[in-house]
Structures are given as structure tokens and as C-alpha cells.
């Protein structure tokens, strides 16, 4: 389940920090990151990868934005042609997420 947790006072740079941080410790490395501001903050976070199947799978283990406070998030992994293989959202506030991986991309629990 989705739990809405309370939005944050923290500044987009020190939360983009964070989670560059949090996936950099996960062997990840994030081609950008922005935010958007539907309500609170909400992180859009694009994923360039060699193997998509084992960046999904670590970020699926990983807690990247767990306690941020954040309105919720997109993460979009692309392969090294640049097609989409996966996205991923969550709305916080909202309850709810979602989530599309392209065909051969094994993902366990989309929301």
C-alpha cells in the first residue's frame, strides 16, 4: 500500500543530492533529475542503462525515496538507444501509482 507521508521543507537541490546519493549507493546513476510541483515536490528522475533488467531489479530492492516527504515520483529507465523500457509513478497524496515496462522486462510488483 501507498502511504502519503508529509511534504517536505527541503529544497529540490538538496533532495535531487539525496537521491543521486541513494542511487549512486545502488550502483545507479541518474541521467537527470527535476521536479515538478503538483501540490508538494515530486521528483522525475531518468535512468540511461546498459542492462535495464538489473537497474529495474535494484531499483525495485532500493528505497530511493522513501522519507523524502516528496508528492511522489516519476522514474523512467531508457536503454542505451534511448528507447523507454520502464516508468514508474506514485502519487503519494493520491494513494496510488503506477507503472509500464516494456515487453522481455521482467518487473516484479508495478505498482
Do not use: C
Not at 497524496?93 to 507503472?99: F, S, T, Y
Amino acid at each position: 500500500m501507498i502511504q502519503s507521508v508529509p511534504l517536505t521543507s527541503a529544497s529540490p537541490q538538496d533532495l535531487s543530492t539525496t537521491i543521486r546519493n541513494r542511487l549512486a549507493a545502488e550502483g545507479i546513476s541518474a541521467t537527470s533529475i527535476s521536479f515538478e510541483q503538483p501540490y508538494g515536490l515530486a521528483a522525475v528522475v531518468e535512468i540511461q542503462s546498459n542492462n535495464p533488467q538489473s537497474t529495474v531489479d535494484t531499483l525495485h530492492a532500493a528505497e530511493v525515496f522513501a522519507g523524502l516527504g516528496l508528492d511522489g515520483y516519476l522514474v523512467r529507465v531508457v536503454d542505451s538507444t534511448g528507447n523507454v523500457v520502464y516508468l514508474e509513478d506514485t502519487a503519494y497524496r493520491a494513494q496510488a501509482g503506477q507503472g509500464w515496462a516494456a515487453p522481455g522486462l521482467a518487473v516484479p510488483n508495478l505498482p
